[in-house]
Nanobody
Framework: QVQLVESGGGLVQPGGSLRLSCSAS????????LNWYRQAPGKERELVQG????????NPADSVKGRFAISRNNAENMVYLEMNNLKPEDTAVYYC????????WGEGTQVTVSS
C-alpha cells in the first residue's frame, strides 16, 4: 500500500532553516509527481511546491518563493523540502502528497517558527 512518512519538522526561530523529508513506499516512486502541502491553524491546506518524475519543479506558492525548494532522490524514494529564512507565518503542518488516481497523504510534520 502507498505510504508517505514525513519527518524533519520542529521549532525554529525566525530566519532559521529546516529540511523536511518524506519517505515513500508502495508505488513506483520514480514515475510520479510528489508534492508538499501545508496547513496552518484555521486555514485551508495549500500547495507549497511539487516536483515531477523528471525533477522539474512546479511554481512554488508566492509566499515561499525564493525561500523554499523541493527536491527528490529517486534511488531512495525520498522527497525533500528545503526551507530557509523561515517566518512565523510558515508555521503549519507540512504534508507529503502523491496522486495515484486519488490523493494519498502522510500524517504530516509540524513546523513552528517562533522566537
Amino acid at each position: 500500500q502507498v505510504q508517505l512518512v514525513e519527518s524533519g519538522g520542529g521549532l525554529v526561530q525566525p530566519g532559521g532553516s529546516l529540511r523536511l523529508s518524506c519517505s515513500a513506499s508502495g508505488f513506483a516512486f520514480e514515475f510520479y509527481t510528489l508534492n508538499w502541502y501545508r496547513q496552518a491553524p484555521g486555514k485551508e491546506r495549500e500547495l507549497v511546491q511539487g516536483i515531477d518524475a523528471t525533477g522539474i519543479r512546479t511554481n512554488p506558492a508566492d509566499s515561499v518563493k525564493g525561500r523554499f525548494a523541493i527536491s527528490r532522490n529517486n534511488a531512495e524514494n525520498m522527497v525533500y523540502l528545503e526551507m530557509n529564512n523561515l517566518k512565523p507565518e510558515d508555521t503549519a503542518v507540512y504534508y507529503c502528497n502523491v496522486r495515484i488516481g486519488w490523493d494519498f497523504w502522510g500524517e504530516g510534520t509540524q513546523v513552528t517558527v517562533s522566537s
